[in-house]
């Protein structure tokens, strides 16, 4: 297929594109690149690149394409709470006018970065399915519901949208971030040697790595239609939901030397959630996750260690996305809107 991708220069894309190469498909990327330069190793295999704000997407941009793999958005709770109009801007109707723009075009397949943000606050400890009501408490998770029911929308004979609600995600990406909750205890229990916990650690989370979820998205690309037309999947693995305090001592067990520690003031984190894995599994033959956490820990170490990876950078705005966006914006390179400034367009 050829295959546009969205964002393909952030965490996700930089593990995506090189799958969907390497599995023959003809792959563009689009991205703004607020990351571009957000490196730790050499960076992905170069791919023919379309410089564009997501808000600007046309129908021409999108001509010519099978699929759509739509990763890009502001990309956390935090940017999300830093301008929430903004949020909703990107992430919910800039979707759905590509969605618009991809269908004229004539895209058959459109791929959706969700998240298991849009749940929210589980009511109780069991795993919530795809059917699981939502209760999303940031900006951010409310901008998924709001996208994936619009989307929902568009579906019919000719365009088929599909609803991917990763996990947290984890692992390395050659445009790593550190404000995912394995990879920064894993960066902190090595090179300082406290895991250090910035909530209580009791609230449940499902975990996932970054390359299982590409692996997803290569599976429903290449899935029958009449299975995934218009599906939600969560794109977890029903046995690794964690207590956070139970990731900590298990970076601790893997880092010699290294001890659980707790912010001042650490107190209960209200996103608390587990979620069900198996709908996917079940209907995407082509998907088999492979990672642990405990594996993707593992990983972290030796990518940090063979990068050369110090605590200033890990801290600092190549690996830290609400960094890398108050930078931007300080510097004068980014408007008040996120958009770049005109001496820094070309």
């Keep these: 297929m050829r295959v546009l991708v969205t964002g393909h220069h952030g965490y996700l894309g930089g593990v995506l594109t090189p799958l969907l190469q390497a599995a023959g498909h003809e792959v563009t990327g689009l991205d703004t690149d607020y990351y571009l330069d957000c490196l730790l190793g050499p960076p992905p295999g170069g791919i023919p690149t379309?410089?564009?704000?997501?808000?600007?997407?046309?129908?021409?941009?999108?001509?010519?394409?099978?699929?759509?793999?739509?990763?890009?958005?502001?990309?956390?709770?935090?940017?999300?709470?830093?301008?929430?109009?903004?949020?909703?801007?990107?992430?919910?109707?800039?979707?759905?006018r590509l969605a618009h723009a991809a269908k004229a075009a004539g895209v058959t397949r459109f791929l959706f970065s969700s998240s298991c943000s849009l749940y929210g606050a589980g009511p109780d400890d069991r795993p919530l399915d795809e059917d699981a009501g939502f209760n999303p408490i940031t900006p951010y998770g409310e901008s998924k519901i709001l996208a994936e029911q619009d989307l929902a929308a568009l579906a019919d004979d000719?365009?088929?949208?599909?609803?991917?609600?990763?996990?947290?995600?984890?692992?390395?990406?050659?445009r790593l971030r550190g404000d995912l909750v394995v990879n920064d205890l894993t960066a902190h229990a090595l090179l300082t040697g406290e895991v250090r916990l910035l909530s209580d650690g009791s609230a449940w989370r499902p975990l996932v790595h970054a390359e299982d979820i590409a692996a997803a998205f290569l599976a429903l690309l290449?899935?029958?239609?009449?299975?995934?037309?218009?599906?939600?999947?969560?794109?977890?693995?029903?046995?690794?939901?964690?207590?956070?305090?139970?990731?900590?001592?298990?970076?601790?067990?893997?880092?010699?030397?290294?001890?659980?520690?707790?912010a001042g003031g650490a107190s209960a984190d209200a996103r608390n959630y587990r979620v069900?894995?198996?709908r996917v599994v079940a209907e995407v033959p082509g998907f088999r996750p492979r990672w642990t956490v405990r594996k993707g820990i593992e990983e972290l170490?030796?990518?940090?260690?063979?990068?050369?990876?110090?605590?200033?950078?890990?801290?600092?705005?190549?690996?830290?996305?609400?960094?890398?966006?108050?930078?931007?914006?300080?510097?004068g390179r980014l408007d008040r809107d996120l958009r770049w400034t005109a001496a820094e367009a070309r």
């Design 50 to 96: 379309l410089r564009r704000d997501l808000r600007d997407v046309t129908a021409g941009d999108c001509a010519g394409f099978d699929a759509v793999c739509h990763l890009a958005a502001l990309c956390n709770d935090p940017i999300g709470n830093l301008n929430p109009e903004l949020t909703y801007e990107v992430n919910h109707r800039a979707t759905v």
């Design 276 to 278: 069900s894995g198996d």
């Design 222 to 262: 290449e899935a029958d239609r009449s299975t995934i037309h218009g599906r939600a999947y969560n794109i977890a693995v029903t046995s690794e939901n964690y207590l956070i305090r139970d990731v900590a001592e298990l970076v601790a067990e893997v880092v010699p030397g290294s001890t659980v520690t707790f």
């Design 158 to 174: 000719t365009f088929s949208p599909v609803f991917l609600r990763n996990a947290t995600a984890y692992g390395f990406s050659p």
């Design 301 to 331: 170490v030796e990518a940090y260690q063979r990068h050369g990876l110090t605590i200033e950078t890990f801290r600092g705005e190549r690996h830290q996305r609400l960094r890398r966006i108050r930078a931007l914006t300080e510097a």
